[in-house]
Nanobody, 127 residues
Framework: QVQLVESGGGLVQAGGSLTLSCAAS????????MRWSRQAPGKPRELVAS???????EYADSVAGRFTISRTNDNLTTYLRMNRLKPDDTAVYYC?????????????????????WGQGTQVTVAS
């Protein structure tokens, strides 16, 4: 089963830094875009950053210049380096990825493209 597991969240003071990681595992043939989104209570879910296979990255205006997304050469891990954190950055951060993997069907394993989300990791920024 394909899984994404986030780690690295925690409590940090405003102005501090934190790095989140997301590790993919399972029967994965390839991973296209890897992304980080966040969800804060009372706020709509926000796509924070994305990175494509070639390493090209895009960021939300709210984090541009402060956050950096990266991925390992094997494309199984993505990182989100968060600098100069603000209280408004407080949220649950989710890793999600578009990938080609294997899913089990009654007929057996099937290669398919789908999006997988991690369980999320809490980031709390204290003022």
């Amino acid at each position: 089963q394909v899984q994404l597991v986030e780690s690295g969240g925690g409590l940090v003071q405003a102005g501090g830094s934190l790095t989140l990681s997301c590790a993919a595992s399972g029967s994965i043939f390839s991973i296209d875009d890897m992304r980080w989104s966040r969800q804060a209570p009372g706020k709509p879910r926000e796509l924070v950053a994305s990175i494509n296979v070639g390493g090209g990255a895009e960021y939300a205006d709210s984090v541009a210049g402060r956050f950096t997304i990266s991925r390992t050469n094997d494309n199984l891990t993505t990182y989100l380096r968060m600098n100069r954190l603000k209280p408004d950055d407080t949220a649950v951060y989710y890793c999600h990825a578009d990938l080609l993997g294997t899913t089990m069907t009654p007929l057996g394993p099937l290669a398919a493209e789908f999006e997988v989300w991690g369980q999320g990791t809490q980031v709390t920024v204290a003022s």
